[in-house]
């Protein structure tokens, strides 16, 4: 009987370009250094952050779309005891 071994999926990695003007990039470096990390994981985050931001905006108007009110953010806050 031969055993048998299962490899867990490689994650597959994509290789994009952009270009920015020098200064963006500068900005982006200057950035990066203060974060003490890569320009490209800087990058790789800002651009995470905004497809959830997009994802979050999406998931809120369906909501409203659907009739429902939106709640105070002092009001959720109070209910939270997050304060002022």
């Given amino acids: 009987m031969t055993a048998t071994t299962t490899r867990a999926p490689t994650a597959r990695k994509a290789s994009s370009s952009i270009n920015i003007s ?5 900005a982006v470096a200057e950035a990066a250094k203060g974060l003490k990390i890569s320009k490209a ?3 790789r985050n800002a651009i995470i952050n905004l497809l959830e931001d997009i994802e979050d905006i999406r998931d809120a108007k369906a909501v409203l779309a659907k009739g429902k009110k939106p709640i105070p953010l002092a009001r959720l806050k109070a ?3 997050l304060g002022d």
């Fill in 79 to 81: 209910e939270l005891g």
């Fill in 22 to 26: 020098k200064g963006l990039d500068d």
């Fill in 41 to 43: 994981k800087l990058v």
